[in-house]
């Protein structure tokens, strides 16, 4: 099924480990972008990417690194988890060259750090 | 940056005609209106667009005025199954470019009742 596709679903960290959240979508768009959602609360952007090898901070990129590795690709990296991080992940992708079209978005990535 | 301000939150019951309004008083000349709808653990998904006028698909109608500084959500005939977060939203950024993005506000928590 066409769509974004995020892994892991769940995932458990202890302090100051580290992890990788990945993302890819298939539906040929060149945009990619991850927001956190905390619980009772709006999505805020972490980064996004306007274009393959591109990357650019949102709201909240503290504690956060991405990787552009194709045009399919976005992945995002926890480097020492805290538990602040404690969230839902959700990646979602849209076209470029229109700006009428919205995002289409995974299923998300509920993460929890102990 | 609050690009858009909504209800928190709305009861209705069964069989009612919903609508939830929200202002956006910084819109860009060309930026489009975004609808979303969010179910508990999943991501947000697209539900209407519109740029002036109104807009009507098969799940709901989205009503603009003409200086665009607000815009109405209707739902027709709501359901239990309509229980959702709903996200009105604009972007931010060049409008045709990748670092188009859209900011979420909290959204408004529609309870429907039997």
């Known amino acids: 099924n066409a769509g974004v596709t995020q892994t892991p679903k769940f995932q458990v960290l202890k302090t100051g480990q580290s992890m990788t959240l990945q993302c890819a979508q298939d539906?040929?768009?060149?945009?990619m972008y991850w927001y956190r959602q905390d619980p009772g609360m709006g999505l805020r952007l972490i980064y996004y990417?306007?274009?393959?090898?591109?990357?650019d901070k949102g709201e909240v990129p503290n504690g956060y690194n991405v990787s552009r590795l194709n045009k399919r690709e976005f992945s995002l990296r926890l480097e020492s988890a805290a538990p602040s991080q404690t969230s839902v992940y959700f990646c979602?992708?849209?076209?470029?060259?229109?700006?009428?079209?919205?995002?289409?978005f995974g299923s998300g990535t509920r993460l929890t750090v102990v | 940056l609050a690009k858009t301000t909504q209800p928190i939150s709305m009861d209705s019951y069964e069989g009612q005609e919903v609508n939830i309004t929200c202002s956006h008083n910084?819109?860009?000349?060309?930026?489009?209106i975004t609808w979303y709808q969010q179910f508990p653990s999943q991501g947000p998904r697209f539900i209407i667009q519109?740029?002036?006028t109104k807009v009507t698909n098969e799940v709901a109608s989205l009503f603009i005025p003409a200086d665009r500084k607000s815009s109405t959500l209707s739902l027709p005939r709501v359901s239990l199954s309509d229980t959702a977060v709903y996200y009105c939203?604009?972007?931010?950024?060049?409008?045709?470019?990748?670092?188009?993005?859209?900011?979420f506000g909290t959204g408004t928590r529609l309870k429907v009742l039997a």
């Open positions: 979602a992708s849209r076209v470029t060259w229109s700006y009428s079209y919205g995002y289409t």
């Open positions: 539906m040929n768009h060149n945009s």
């Open positions: 990417s306007a274009s393959e090898g591109t990357t």
């Open positions: 910084n819109i860009a000349t060309n930026d489009y």
């Open positions: 519109g740029y002036k």
């Open positions: 939203l604009v972007g931010d950024g060049p409008l045709d470019s990748g670092t188009y993005k859209y900011i």
